[in-house]
C-alpha cells in the first residue's frame, strides 16, 4: 500500500472515530441530579417536586432534547438532614457526573450545601427552601433560587394585611429560625405601610400534635384581629383543622403567606378548610390565563386518575429545570462553569408564571406570585378542595427589593 493510501486510511479510521464518538456523545442523557426529601413526615413535597421536573423532561426530551441530547433526572434523598443533604449532592456531582443539581426543601439543608458549590463548581437551583441568605450573605456565582424568597413573600403578606382591615396582628409560627424570622419580615413591612400593629407571638414546636392550649392562648391573652400564621406542612393543616372545628377563626382575619399548597388543601378538604382564609404561594394553579400553565396544569393533572392539580412544589421544580434548558442553550455547552454563567441574569419568557428572571446580581429569581381567600365554592378542576378567589398577583418587580438593599456580594465565576 502506498504511503499515500496509507494516509487516507488513517484519516478516514479518524475521522469515522469522531463521528462515533460525537454520535455517542449526543445519545448519552445529560443528567440533571435532583436533590429533595423522598423519606419522614415532609416526603409528600418531594414527590410533588419529582413530579413537576419529570413533565419538564418528558416535555424537553420529546422535543428532541436539548442540544441534540436527551436528559434524565437523577435522584438523591436529602432526608431534609443539612448533612444528609451535603453527601447526596456530593454524590450527585462527583459520581453521578450531573450537569446541574435542582431542589432543597428545608432551609438547614440549604444552609449546608449552598457555600459547598463553590467547591464542587457546580451550579445548584434551590426549588423550595426561602432561607434569606442563599441569596443573601451565602451567595456565590454557583447557586440560584427558583422561588420566592423572605422579602417577596412578607411584603405582598403586609399588603394583603394592610387591606383586609384588621388592625392588631399576632403570629402563631415554628420555633425555629424560619417562624421568627417569618415574623420579623411581617412585622418590617407592616410598619413601613402603617396603619396596624403587632403584639407578642406564639412559636410552637415542629411537629405539635394538640393545638388546644395555643387556640386558648390566642383566646384568652390576645387582643389581635389578624392573625399571620408561618406555619406549614402537618402543622399548618392541624392547626387550622382544630381551630376551624373549635370556631375560633370566626370573626378574625387569617393570613397563611406559605401556606398556598394543594397538599394543605387536599389533606384539609372541603369540611375541614375554613372559609375566607388567606393564603400567599409562589403558584397557584388557577391564578394564570395563559397556554403554558393551561398546558402544565392539563399534564399535572393527568399523572392521576383523580385529576390532582399542581402545587408550587412541582411548578418551582418544573421551572427550574425549564431555565436549565435555557442556559444550556445559551451557553451552547453543558460545560457547568458555562452554564452558571448563562443562568446568571437569564430571563425566560414562556413560563406558567409569565416571565421569570434570575437576577444577576444576587440569582434570585424574580415574578409573579399569588394571594388569594379561601372561597365557599370548590375548585373547578377538582371537587376536593376549595378554590381561590379575590386572587391578587402581586407583579414580581414591585415586590422584590432593590440589590443594593440586599446583603449578597456576588464574587465573580472563578475559572
Known sequence: MGVSRVIRAIVISVSLVAVSFSFSLAQNPAKIGFAHVFSGPMATFGDVARQGAQIAVNEINSSGGILGRKVELVFGDTAAKPDVGKAEIERLVRKENVAIVIGIVSSGVAKAVTPAMNDLRCPLIVTHAMLDEVTGTLCNPWTFRMTWNMDQCYN??????????????????????????????????????????????????????????????????????????????????????????????????????????????????????????????????????????????????????????????????????????????????????????????????????????????????????????????????????????????FRGNEITPATTEGSCRMPALAQ
Not at 259 to 285: H, N, Q
Open 156 to 393: 405582598s403578606a403586609a399588603i394583603v394585611a394592610k387591606e383586609s382591615g384588621a388592625k392588631k396582628w399576632t403570629t402563631v409560627g415554628p420555633d425555629y429560625g424560619f417562624g421568627q424570622d417569618s415574623w420579623k419580615y411581617f412585622m418590617q413591612y407592616g410598619n413601613a405601610l402603617g396603619g396596624i400593629s403587632f403584639e407578642k407571638g406564639i412559636f410552637t414546636p415542629l411537629g405539635t400534635k394538640d393545638w388546644a392550649p395555643t387556640i386558648e392562648q390566642l383566646r384568652t391573652k390576645s387582643g389581635a384581629d389578624g392573625i399571620m400564621l408561618s406555619l406549614w406542612g402537618n402543622d399548618l393543616k392541624e392547626f387550622l383543622r382544630q381551630a376551624h372545628k373549635d370556631g375560633f377563626l370566626e370573626g378574625k382575619v387569617v393570613l397563611c403567606p406559605v401556606g398556598g399548597s394543594v397538599e394543605i388543601f387536599t389533606a384539609l378538604g372541603v369540611l375541614d378548610m375554613p372559609k375566607g382564609v388567606w393564603f400567599g404561594t409562589p403558584y397557584w394553579y388557577e391564578a394564570y390565563n395563559n397556554p403554558n400553565n393551561q398546558k402544565f396544569v392539563q399534564s399535572y393533572a393527568s399523572l392521576s386518575a383523580a385529576e390532582v392539580p399542581p402545587s408550587y412544589a412541582a411548578y418551582n421544580s418544573y421551572a427550574a429545570v425549564r431555565m436549565f434548558k435555557a442556559a444550556v442553550e445559551k451557553a451552547g455547552s453543558f460545560d457547568r462553569s458555562a452554564v452558571a454563567k448563562a443562568l446568571s441574569g437569564l430571563t425566560v419568557l414562556d413560563l406558567p408564571v409569565g416571565m421569570t428572571t434570575l437576577r444577576q446580581e444576587d440569582h434570585q429569581a424574580v415574578f409573579d406570585v399569588a394571594f388569594g381567600k379561601t372561597s365557599v365554592h370548590v375548585s373547578k378542576l377538582y371537587k376536593r378542595i376549595r378554590s381561590l378567589e379575590s386572587i391578587r398577583l
